[in-house]
Nanobody, 122 residues
Framework: QVQLVESGGGLVQAGGSLRLSCVASTRTSRYYTMGWFRQPPGKEREFVAAISGSGDTTDYADSVKGRFTISRDNAKNTMYLWMNRLKPEDTAVYYC???????????????WGQGTQVTVSS
């Protein structure tokens, strides 16, 4: 099991930017697909972005495509989510997740962080 810790959340005005980080307790090698999810207030958790173990393949939800960028540094066991042109509807608790599988997926993640709050004011 991989322990994951997110950081970088906060309060930002609409149009602003934030960078989220997710540090893993163990080496998240190329065998781990990793992803970002979010849970807006009063709603279910939803997929945001995913990245393959090597980092060369990514997937984004339509709602964030072109504004968010996912990346990872396996040498540092860290994944990032660069969020630009933030909107009030991006307000949510953001979670990072990992799965020991090389196939990029929006589902079947079994290791989760505790979440970090992102609030975008209008």
């Amino acid at each position: 099991q991989v322990q994951l810790v997110e950081s970088g959340g906060g309060l930002v005005q609409a149009g602003g930017s934030l960078r989220l980080s997710c540090v893993a307790s163990t080496r998240t090698s190329r065998y781990y697909t990793m992803g970002w999810f979010r849970q807006p207030p009063g709603k279910e958790r939803e997929f945001v972005a995913a990245i393959s173990g090597s980092g060369d393949t990514t997937d984004y939800a339509d709602s964030v495509k072109g504004r968010f960028t996912i990346s990872r540094d396996n040498a540092k066991n860290t994944m990032y989510l660069w969020m630009n042109r933030l909107k009030p509807e991006d307000t949510a608790v953001y979670y990072c997740a990992a799965r020991r599988n090389t196939i990029l997926s929006r589902n079947f993640y079994y290791d989760w962080g505790q979440g970090t709050q992102v609030t975008v004011s209008s």
